[in-house]
């Protein structure tokens, strides 16, 4: 006890010593205690703020800035992030900003459906865009390979060169109805191609009808490749990864409207015939059991959706051997 009272009578002299030397330490000290107690319990309020809770457990909310690595054990792989800011999609008007560093990956597209009849167009693309799809989408198309005819056109008919436009693209123009048939009024689906994208539910538009797709870069002896766009891509189409796997289409050789027909070398030039010729006559006359607007319709540059008596002369020229007679694409601004 008396060694007790001692020492408290020292630590006292001490700190009476202290004060004396420094007679504001008491002062600060008696100022820096409110501040912090006042910290604490700021601190202690937001994370109450921040707190969930559930029966007999509670969460509070932390963040720690930094950390996170990647754990490995037999089969199982676990990987994390400590800290994560802004883990959030926020959005305004056409622009969708992803945030965080495990930012859900966006997925692309499904692929088109090929033609259901298998047969491809001398001036259309074909195509149809599934079902169950939900959401906006832009229909893109590769110029792969342009006018190269197999068999080769006879020597003192070349067909002209537009290869300087292989590997550009354009997009799908919004779809409207062309007319198929006067009596009864039939209709199908139909576009052209142009250089900017268009956004739309294309499901929807279409309500399951094939798409029949044509312009002046449509043309024979010619392979494409078509793509859906993610919305994502929108603004932003060049390098963006949302995106579906090519549809591969083809066209058929120039004025070979109708089977049989052309097949590839080394099997002899026979096409197109008197048979297309026929054919073509047949759908300008509007004979129920022709063939339809998207495998006769040749004419003009960017063909208009009918089948005229233009289109008959065209059918006949590619029977004489003439070659290609319209222009090609043109390079998109």
């Not at 009849?117 to 989408?137: E, M």
């Not at 099997?267 to 022709?290: G, H, M, R, W, Y």
Request: charge should be neutral; hydrophobic fraction near 35%.
């Amino acid at each position: 006890m008396i060694r007790k009272a001692q020492d408290c009578e020292g630590t006292e002299a001490h700190s009476q010593a202290e004060t004396m030397r420094n007679p504001n330490s008491k002062r600060e000290r008696r100022a820096i205690a409110p501040a912090l107690a006042f910290g604490i319990l700021i601190g202690w309020g937001a994370a109450s703020a921040f707190a969930q809770s559930g029966g007999g457990y509670l969460m509070r909310k932390s963040v720690i800035g930094s950390g996170g690595g990647t754990a490995v054990g037999g089969q199982y792989r676990m990987s994390g992030t400590v800290g994560q800011h802004d883990a959030s999609e926020p959005a305004g008007g056409s622009y969708l900003m992803r945030g965080g560093f495990w930012a859900p990956a966006v997925p692309a597209p499904v692929a088109l459906l090929a033609d259901p009849t298998g047969i491809d167009k001398t001036r259309y693309l074909s195509f149809q865009v599934p079902a169950g799809q939900a959401g906006n989408t832009a229909l893109q198309v590769t110029l792969v390979s342009l006018m190269h005819p197999n068999p080769p056109n006879l020597p003192q008919f070349p067909p002209p060169n537009f290869s300087a436009q292989e590997g550009s693209v354009r997009y799908v123009g919004t779809p409207s109805n062309c007319a198929e048939t006067e009596s009864p009024p039939t209709s199908f689906k139909c576009a052209t191609l142009q250089c900017t994208p268009v956004y739309m539910d294309w499901e929807v538009a279409l309500a399951g009808q094939t798409l029949h797709v044509t312009g002046q870069a449509v043309i024979p002896s010619s392979t494409y490749e078509i793509r859906q766009l993610g919305a994502s891509c929108q603004g932003n189409e060049s390098p963006c990864t949302a995106v579906s796997l090519p549809l591969t289409v083809r066209t058929q050789r120039w004025g070979d409207v109708a089977s049989a027909f052309q097949a590839p070398a080394p099997a002899p030039l026979t096409q197109p015939n008197i048979s297309d010729v026929a054919a073509c006559v047949d759908k300008f006359k509007s004979v129920p059991t022709a063939i339809i607007v998207a495998r006769a319709d040749v004419n003009p540059a960017v063909p208009n959706g009918r089948v005229d008596i233009a289109d008959v002369a065209n059918i006949v020229d590619a029977f004489k051997n003439l070659t290609y007679p319209y222009p090609g694409p043109t390079t998109c601004p």
